[in-house]
């Protein structure tokens, strides 16, 4: 009984959110890898781009909320959802025709993209929080949990509850359906085995008549789809403010070169490894380890080896070491 009490408790408190946040940031570092693996470099503004997604999202859920439109038990968002989409790829098919096609043109180092992306980082991020404000702003509705803690605990009789939100659920669940439906898009359209031809061999491509500019917009069209669709998940489960998505840069770049960048499969596999990384190196054992050991055993510290505060330090040091001694990731040689 005890062992089961502890595994309840480090389920509710590491399993359950380390596989949502997972979910999140490996919807997140597919955008980056798709956007690396077509046109070769790093996207420093996708943060900020989830941050745009999401914003759009939250005002078209704040708008059917004041008219009461509603798909109670699920939460509103859901149903603001496609129009984040739509005004998110409106939005990066204007920066990418205003900014990064001259570059193309130009056919500048991938370093002088990078720098530009940052400026458009710094960009989108001012927008956001221009008009939506730089504060916490919460848009969940509906039903909250699936299951309350309290409710498991008088069903099984444990002394520990396990709890599972509505926006956990549905993150898991979109992550499962998104993934299935890009790896389909990528291996059994033509439009997406063209990607793939042009991410493996430019020239080749080029020689073979697929069109550059189809691919490069189905590219930003996906990225900013995932994007917005992460942005809104992570801003559900937790809740919206801008700053957080730029902090979010972080960890969504650590999971994409942990799995491998420009490996979709990476991708997926990096931001479970980040998230259980970053959860369980600040998760504090010591009623877990109390339910395990005799009672005169029992630990007076809160046997934490870092503070929620540092957890972003996780990802930073699984990033070098990861640069150090594999710096292909995971998934070595993979492309989109």
């Not at 046109?39 to 704040?62: C, E, K, P, Q, Y």
């Not at 292909?328 to 492309?335: D, V």
Request: proline residues 4%.
């Amino acid at each position: 009984m005890e062992l089961l009490n502890a595994f309840i408790l480090l389920s509710n408190f590491v399993l359950v959110p380390a596989i949502a946040y997972g979910s999140q940031l490996a919807l997140g570092a597919l955008g980056v890898t798709v956007i690396y693996g077509i046109l070769r470099f790093s996207n420093f503004a996708h943060g900020d781009t989830m941050a745009f997604g999401a914003m759009v999202t939250i005002l078209f859920t704040w708008w059917f909320q004041s008219m009461g439109i509603s798909i109670h038990p699920l939460p509103t968002a859901l149903l603001a959802l496609p129009f984040g989409i739509l005004f998110c790829i409106g939005f990066v098919l204007a920066t990418d025709r205003v900014i990064y096609r001259f570059y193309r043109r130009q056919k500048a180092a991938p370093v002088i993209f990078l720098i530009a992306s940052m400026g458009v980082m710094f960009v989108t991020n001012g927008i956001v929080r221009f008009i939506i404000g730089p504060n916490d702003q919460q848009f969940a509705d509906g039903e909250r949990f699936i299951i309350k803690a309290r409710t498991f605990k008088k069903m099984t009789g444990l002394a520990e509850g396990l709890s599972f939100k509505v926006s956990q659920g549905i993150t898991v669940v979109t992550a499962i359906l998104v993934v299935i439906a890009l790896f389909w898009f990528l291996n059994r359209t033509r439009t997406g085995k063209s990607m793939r031809a042009y991410s493996d061999n430019e020239d080749l491509a080029l020689l073979s008549g697929i069109n550059p500019d189809k691919v490069v917009m189905v590219a930003w069209i996906i990225a900013a789809t995932l994007a917005t669709i992460a942005g809104t998940l992570y801003g559900l489960d937790k809740s919206f403010k801008p700053f957080t998505y730029l902090q979010l840069l972080l960890p969504i770049f650590a999971a994409a070169i942990v799995g491998g960048l420009g490996s979709p499969i990476g991708a997926i596999a990096g931001g479970f490894v980040i998230a259980f990384s970053e959860i369980m190196v600040t998760y504090a054992y010591k009623k877990f380890i109390a339910y395990l050991v005799p009672e005169s055993w029992e630990p007076d510290t809160l046997v934490q080896l870092l503070s929620t505060d540092y957890k972003f330090a996780v990802s930073f040091m699984i990033l070098l070491l990861v640069l150090l001694f594999r710096p292909t990731g995971i998934f070595a040689g993979k492309s989109v």
